[in-house]
């Protein structure tokens, strides 16, 4: 399934980075980081319609030779905190084409409640690298299950 | 892409220029080799148009060229091989390097600032040189040869046999199949004669008539005669000509490496003496023998394919090609070209080109144009027709393009040379070059329909990409530039002619048009696709365009720009390009930096590294390689020891560089400097045997500011008694021991020869051990004339002068992988100054075989023949220390302001006395009460005399030294091993009963002198410990009363004999830790005794029990308890006998057994009292034994005084006093005093314990201190329980004054009642019903006031009890008294009892009230009750 998920802080640093294949770490980091691009390019050209349609997921951003870049651009809107630009970046072993784009939404969306676990722990200073176990737990889960 | 120096539009005209060749003659050649050029070298200057050139298009419209440029070339009959342009352009690009001082532009994107030079010239000469070098094909003709110049000189014996020799040689070279590669436009080239004349040498007659006969022959329209060398190349050179040629050969001088050093004398010889192009040697000695000289030189970048046999450039080979272009690149700009030329003899070549152009080259462009056309109109006649019939016929009505997928491989399909379908293209070519893009648009379109109806796909595609070149060049740009066109092109050559080469020439031509177009991100993609693993050269600057292309596209991809730069970087590298390389991924770590992308970063880092120490840039390297390891480094071990290890590579080869310079900073370990401590003095000697040194201070002690305040607070006691009771102003605390929670804002003191102990704090951040080896502080001095006065200068010594300051070299010291350790650095100052410490100096080094390493330090002999052979570096780290924050001014407040820290700048001050204490039979356990003797060893190890010895506790009940008054017991300990550490004296059994009286006053006892009862000096004989001395002096300890264990601090305090100006004394400290056990607790009341019998007379006397219990659990050991004498301790009081002295004397206890005392004690007489304000106490023993402890002396004496001012610092609620209440506060103090006692109980005990089945006696005593009457008081404090939590009140609590008033208890106190009667009266009630008894009521006064007393006989009748009592009895007479007693008077009523029954009868009635007389306030009260006072009425 997914074999790199990122969490990317509003400031575009890594909140949280993990790959599956650990020796290709670096080239992942890379991936994701040069994806960034493609995100805030996605979010300046629609960031009007998308904040008002509460769309989160911003679809393909890019193949590359071997894999697929899945982004989704997070906007948080809760009563405490406006606009946390908090983006995620899943990056899918493209020859699995079993994938289909309903399932890419559904990682996210369960992503995106596992991070507001993140975010509702009190010990949880934001900004600090996510270092908890049941975020970690669920992003194994998404990384081994094969479809 | 970056920007480029020329615009898209005059870029790609001046790429596809007119070919013209040039065959020389040798004669020909030798003159223009006087200018160091070769006669197409000659004109390269000046071959572009400076004027505007008009040609007639087949319409016979005019049609305007401008800037027309043409190149002229030597005829070169090999192809270009691969590998030697592969070469050439690696050589461009690595000769190209970004200029030293160029300023880049910043570019904001986001939150980046990035420093991108805006131009990238290497780019642009490697695009120059790949488009020049591009093999002319047969599928296009845009380089094919239009024309010839066939060039001889008039110096010749036959010019004219010589230019039709030279023609012969054109025609061969362009129609003989032996003669493959020089492609010529059409078969009939245009022959251009030009006739050299040398004006400086030849005779200019002989040359005009050559020409005048050559003009005969070619007509004038095809041949010229050009002027050159005006001048002799000897001649002084002081005109200052310009030189045109250096800028064209400088950039190319590859191409035109010939060995100028020659001469012009040796042209024959000419030859490319290159080393890296020896094989054209042979190659060109061929062409000689074949008797055609040098002439058609082989192509210079042709290489024998054996040299270059693949296209991986191994870095040492490259880097010698490098060298050496750079040193024929020297070599050429020592060299003046056209030093023959005069300004004139510019002039005539650029008008010779001008000539040729419009004469010769031009005209026959036309003319050819015009026959193609002519050719074209007619076929299309007849071709156009069949063909579209019969297409129409096959494939329906529409003619689709093909997909290019449909199609199969047809690059193998070749037209003949002089295919028809080939002069549309051939036309089109000529229309491009002369820059009539319309019509070559419309030809190529032409061109491209029947080529991909034929499916020749290669030229399809040559068509195509020339079709949407000169679509995009058509002036006013009638139809958008197809980019569709393009990309098929591209995709044609490469995919399916496999021909990277034309691809990539049509990448470069379409992303320079995209850009110019502002499509950056269609240029990027472009870009990108092309690169592939073939060339790494190509791919890395494709992707280094497209990185440019991302950072200037209106939003900035900045981190896209940066992952290409990085991709780059990486193909640079791979291709041998270290510099670029490294620019490359210094540009992209603008953007990684510091944002959080830590692995990314180390890799750019790391990377960073390495090139920069390829390229010898070392301290880029160390900078780089620091920066990995410095960053909490996320990389696994096995990376961070390879980090590691280059790092320390690298850093060997920098300080081999310069190895007289200044160390190194080094990086690693970490230092938490905040952390350092400092230490002066000696380490703590360790215990040794019966010796138990002082705790003092050292480094193990971990710092507990609640300690450290309490040894303040007895340090400023001591000092304050010590200054008569203030404590100066100058006084700081003595701090041995510096770290991060002292004040360290004052230079701290160091006593030279004492050693100053650094404790440095080393954390290990990498997953890898370090190795720190010869491991040492690093110091500066400035040494202090001990004469007082500076020296003129001050001399500065750093470290390496062992005289003056001696340093500690720890030869081995190892950090595990992430852990923190410390490490204890000396120094031994041997002179007085000033001290800094600046830092650690150390080796650095890992360990080889770091894994099998277990136990840190397991065998460091075995650990020094591995660690030896591995790599360390010399190098410092500096302590600096920030001091605390400050916050005490505004100023302060609103910045942020730091102090100063001078932990590490010791002032190394004159010799002081040094002390060390020993305490010898110093006990760890004791009995809560118990008294044992130890002996304290005063010893002065230093050269200096010490006195004033003085100690401080905050317990100093706790130990004594004996008072004054003692004998001193056996001096030596071991003497003293079986006595009792109580004096005693043998008494006869007679007098145990009653008490042995003896006196001693408190001020003997060094108690009572000033506020400060802690401070307790040490009875040094002579008061003076010299030198080398040593002192033993007994000490009693007493355990403390509370069982547990208890830490005592003492605090010894002395000083020099001389007083220093800097250190006025010196302190030792010592933790004395003591556990205590249970033993007994005693409780103890007083009463007055109601007795009449008072032989002493008035004043009273009271009853004292003491109730004993053994509270000890038989753990310790203890068999029984033996009490064997009751002391008491009063001003005024005093015992007098016990009273009810049970059968066993020896009073026993067992374990957990109750014993009482009760001891009758009496007023001491007058006399006695007589000096009641000299602190005199009178001692009292009662005697159990036949052994009298006087307790008067020591050590009985002492404790008993330590507990009682010890007692008496406990805060007495003393209410304060206001004025208007006067009155009532002295009543109230008269009416407390008369319930008061000052006696004092010490109950001096043996203990029987086993220990190791041997009988120990040991010996205690305990002190109650008995204050009011009728209250019980404990020898040990009691526990008080917690007090319950109060509720938070959220309300101001009233502040009423509550009226002062006695206690109850108190007032009930004032009067002593006792009734006097018979204890059994017998009356016969059947003679007389009524028993009449006499009783007498004593009443007696004990305060010091008149008291009104009333007197009530009266039942009370409110009490139901009263009215059952079966008998009562009625007093007789008055039933109340009023009468008011003087102080201390005693009055005595006579009262009648009256008694109906026989029985028991409670006398006690009686109620007495009583008020101060002279008070109204205060209410009377009924007095205490006596005991209940029975008679017994007997019937007789």
């Not at chain 2, 080799?33 to 390269?44: D, G, I, P, Q, Y």
């Not at chain 2, 920098?654 to 690693?668: A, F, H, N, W």
Request: charge should be neutral; charged fraction near 20%.
């Amino acid at each position: 399934m997914a074999v790199c998920v990122a969490v990317i802080a509003k400031e575009n640093y890594p909140l949280y980075i993990r790959s599956s294949p650990t020796e290709n770490e670096l080239k992942f980091h890379y991936m994701v980081h040069t994806s960034l691009d493609v995100v805030d390019e996605k979010i300046s050209a629609m960031g009007k319609a998308l904040v008002d349609q509460r769309e989160l997921y911003l679809g393909l951003l890019y193949p590359t030779e071997d894999h697929k870049v899945y982004p989704s651009y997070l906007l948080c809107r809760y009563g405490y905190v406006t606009n946390s630009k908090v983006k995620f970046v899943m990056v899918v072993d493209s020859s699995n084409t079993a994938l289909r784009d309903n399932e890419i939404r559904s990682m996210f969306r369960k992503l995106h409640s596992s991070y507001t676990d993140v975010m509702c722990n009190p010990f949880y200073n934001p900004g600090d690298r996510i270092q908890s176990r049941a975020f970690d737990s669920m992003v194994t889960s998404m990384m081994v299950q094969v479809c | 892409m970056a920007q480029c120096v020329q615009s898209v539009q005059e870029l790609i005209p001046d790429s596809f220029v007119p070919c013209v060749a040039a065959l020389c003659s040798d004669e020909a050649e030798r003159l223009t080799r006087l200018n160091h050029l070769s006669f197409a070298e000659l004109l390269k200057p000046f071959s572009r148009l400076t004027s505007e050139v008009h040609m007639r298009d087949p319409n016979n419209q005019l049609h305007v060229i401008k800037n027309l440029k043409i190149a002229v070339s030597n005829i070169i009959t090999q192809p270009p091989q691969p590998g030697a342009i592969r070469k050439l352009l690696n050589d461009v690009v690595s000769g190209s390097q970004p200029a030293e001082g160029l300023v880049a532009n910043v570019i904001t994107a986001g939150d980046y600032d990035l420093n991108i030079s805006a131009t990238t010239p290497w780019f642009e000469s490697y695009r120059e040189t790949f488009l020049q070098s591009m093999p002319a094909s047969d599928h296009e003709f845009l380089n094919h040869y239009l024309a010839c110049m066939l060039v001889a000189s008039s110096s010749e014996a036959e010019p004219v046999e010589q230019f039709s020799k030279l023609s012969q040689e054109q025609h061969r070279i362009q129609h003989n199949s032996d003669y493959s590669y020089p492609k010529w436009f059409i078969p009939n080239t245009l022959k251009y004669y030009v006739l050299l004349h040398d004006v400086s040498a030849g005779d200019e007659q002989r040359a005009e008539s050559i020409y005048e006969e050559m003009k005969q022959k070619y007509g004038t329209q095809g041949c010229y005669l050009l002027k050159i060398n005006s001048r002799t190349s000897n001649r002084a050179s002081d005109e200052q000509i310009p030189d045109p040629w250096s800028q064209y050969l400088q950039k190319n001088s590859i191409q035109n490496q010939e060995s100028y050093e020659d001469g012009p004398c040796t042209i024959t010889s000419n030859k490319n003496s290159d080393s890296n192009l020896l094989s054209l040697d042979g190659l060109d000695n061929e062409v000689k023998v074949d008797g055609l000289p040098n002439n058609f030189r082989a192509h210079p970048l042709q290489l024998d394919s054996s040299s270059d046999p693949s296209n991986s450039i191994d870095g040492p080979d490259h880097v010698k090609f490098a060298s050496s272009l750079h040193e024929t690149k020297k070599a050429n700009t020592g060299i003046i070209h056209g030093a023959c030329l005069t300004l004139t003899d510019h002039d005539r070549i650029r008008q010779f080109i001008q000539e040729f152009t419009f004469r010769g080259l031009l005209p026959h462009i036309e003319k050819t144009i015009r026959q193609l056309n002519d050719q074209l109109i007619s076929r299309k006649g007849l071709s156009r027709s069949l063909f579209s019939a019969t297409k129409k016929w096959f494939s329906g009505s529409k003619v689709p393009e093909k997909g290019i997928n449909e199609l199969k491989n047809t690059s193998g399909l070749l037209y003949p040379p002089e295919a028809p379908e080939l002069q549309i293209r051939k036309m089109a070519d000529l229309c491009f070059l002369v820059q009539h893009y319309d019509l070559a648009y419309s030809c190529y379109h032409t061109a491209k329909k029947d080529f991909l109806n034929d499916q020749a796909m290669l030229y399809a595609a040559g068509a195509l990409e020339m079709a949407a070149v000169s679509a995009f060049l058509q002036p006013g740009a009638p139809r958008p530039y197809p980019a569709h066109y393009m990309d098929t092109a591209i995709q044609t050559y490469r995919d399916i002619c496999k021909n990277m080469v034309l691809a990539e020439r049509c990448v470069l031509l379409s992303a320079e048009i995209l850009k110019s177009q502002s499509k950056y991100s269609e240029a990027a993609a472009l870009l990108i696709r092309l690169t592939s693993e073939d060339s790494d050269l190509r791919s890395a600057l494709l992707l280094e365009q497209a990185a440019h292309c991302f950072i200037n596209m209106k939003s900035p991809m900045v981190r896209k720009y940066a992952f290409h730069m990085i991709l780059a970087g990486h193909r640079f590298s791979k291709a041998g390009q270290k510099k670029h390389a490294l620019r490359c991924y210094c540009q992209a770590m603008q953007v990684y930096k510091g944002k959080g992308w830590s692995l990314a970063e180390d890799h750019i880092n790391f990377t960073i590294g390495r090139q920069s120490y390829t390229l010898r840039q070392l301290d880029n390297a160390v900078s780089a390689f620091r920066h990995i390891l410095i960053n909490e480094s996320k990389q696994s071990a096995a990376q961070q020891g390879a980090f590691l290890r280059e790092y320390l590579y690298v850093y060997k080869n920098v300080s081999q560089l310069s190895p007289d310079g200044p160390l190194p900073q080094l990086p690693l370990p970490y230092i938490n400097s905040s952390a350092t401590r400092v230490f002066f003095g000696h380490d703590r000697r360790p215990a040794d045997g019966e010796k138990q040194a002082a705790t003092h201070v050292s480094l193990d002690q971990e710092y507990d500011s609640e300690s450290s305040q309490q040894w303040r607070e007895l340090e400023e006691q001591v000092v304050a008694v010590v200054n008569r009771g203030v404590i100066p102003t100058n006084f700081y605390p003595t701090q041995y021991c510096l770290n991060s929670y002292s004040d360290n804002s004052r230079f701290p003191l160091a006593v030279v020869e004492e050693p100053i102990t650094v404790e440095v704090a080393f954390r290990n951040p990498l997953k890898v051990p370090l190795l720190l080896t010869d491991l040492s502080l690093l110091w500066k001095f400035q040494p202090k004339d001990s004469s007082g006065k500076d020296n003129e200068e001050v001399k500065e010594l750093v470290t390496g002068e062992p005289v003056m300051i001696g340093t500690e070299v720890i030869s081995e010291f190892l950090i595990n992988s992430e852990e923190s350790k410390v490490a204890r650095l000396k120094l031994f100052p041997h002179h007085i100054g000033e001290l800094h410490i600046l830092g650690v100096v150390y080796n650095l080094g890992t360990i080889q075989g770091y894994m099998t390493v277990d136990g840190i330090g397991a065998l460091p002999g075995c650990h020094t023949g591995k660690h030896s052979l591995s790599m360390s570096v010399r190098g410092r780290q500096d302590l600096e220390i920030q001091g605390p924050r400050l916050n005490n001014t505004k100023e302060e407040k609103t910045s942020i302001k730091y102090g100063p820290d001078r932990r590490l700048d010791p002032i190394i001050t004159e010799e002081m006395p040094l002390l060390e204490v020993f305490f010898i039979h110093f006990p760890t356990g004791l009995l809560c009460g118990e008294i044992r003797k130890a002996y304290v060893e005063f010893v002065n190890v230093s050269k200096c005399p010490l006195t004033g010895l003085k100690v401080v506790s905050k317990r100093p009940e706790f130990f004594t030294f004996g008072g004054n008054t003692a004998v001193l017991t056996p001096l030596s300990p071991s003497a003293s091993e079986n006595c009792s550490a109580y004096k005693t004296v043998v008494t006869d059994s007679t007098s145990v009963c009653t008490a042995l009286v003896s006196s001693a006053s408190s001020v003997d006892f060094g108690i009572g002198i000033g506020s400060q009862p802690e401070v307790i000096p040490v009875p040094l004989p002579d008061a003076v410990l010299l030198p080398g001395a040593s002192v033993q002096l007994p000490m009693w300890l007493r355990g403390p009363d509370e069982e547990g264990v208890h830490e005592i601090n003492f605090l010894f305090y002395y000083e020099s004999v001389q007083k220093q100006p800097k250190i006025r004394h010196r302190i030792l400290r010592h933790t004395a830790v003591i556990c205590t056990s249970r033993s007994l607790n005693i409780r103890a009341t007083v009463c007055r005794s109601n007795s009449l019998e008072d032989e002493e007379g008035r004043g009273g006397n009271m009853l004292v029990f003491v109730d004993v219990e053994n509270t000890n659990t038989s753990e310790a050991g203890v068999k029984e308890f033996h009490i064997v004498q009751v002391s008491s301790s009063s001003k005024h009081w005093k015992l007098q006998k016990s009273v009810n002295l049970s059968e066993n004397k020896d009073a026993k206890l067992a374990s957990r057994e109750k014993g009482k005392f009760c001891f009758k004690a009496v007023r001491c007489r007058e006399k006695e009292v007589a000096t009641q304000f000299s602190e005199k106490y009178i001692f009292a023993d009662i005697i159990f034994g036949n052994e009298q402890i006087i307790s008067s002396a020591s050590p009985c004496a002492d404790f008993f005084y330590r507990s009682l001012s010890s007692e008496l610092k406990k805060p007495q609620a003393q209410p304060s006093v206001h004025a208007e209440k006067q009155s009532v506060e002295d009543a109230v103090r008269l009416i407390q005093k008369c319930s008061e006692v000052d006696l004092n109980i010490v109950v001096l005990w043996k203990a029987y314990v086993v220990e190791d089945s041997k009988q120990l006696i040991l010996e205690g005593q305990h002190h109650v201190i008995l204050h009011t009457i009728g209250k019980e008081a404990f020898s040990c404090p009691q526990k008080q329980e917690p007090p319950e939590m109060e509720l938070l009140k959220f309300f101001r609590p009233e502040n009423t004054t509550v009226p002062l008033r006695p206690s109850v208890e108190q007032l009930s106190n004032l009067i002593k009642t006792s009734l006097h009667y018979p204890e059994s009266f017998n009356h016969p009630f059947h003679q007389k019903s009524l028993c009449l008894v006499p009783v007498t009521l004593l009443l007696s006064n004990c305060s010091k006031a008149d008291v009104d007393v009333i007197v009530d006989l009266r039942h009370k009748t409110t009490s139901p009890e009263a009215l059952e009592i079966h008998g009562s009895f009625t007093w007789l007479g008055q039933t109340q008294y009023k009468l008011q007693l003087k102080s201390q008077e005693i009055h005595s009523l006579q009262l009648k009892a009256c008694f109906v029954h026989t029985g028991v009868y409670n006398l006690g009635t009686p109620r007495v009230f009583a008020k101060l007389s002279d008070q109204v306030t205060v209410f009377e009260t009924s007095q205490q009750n006596s005991m209940p006072a029975l008679i017994i009425i007997n019937n007789v």
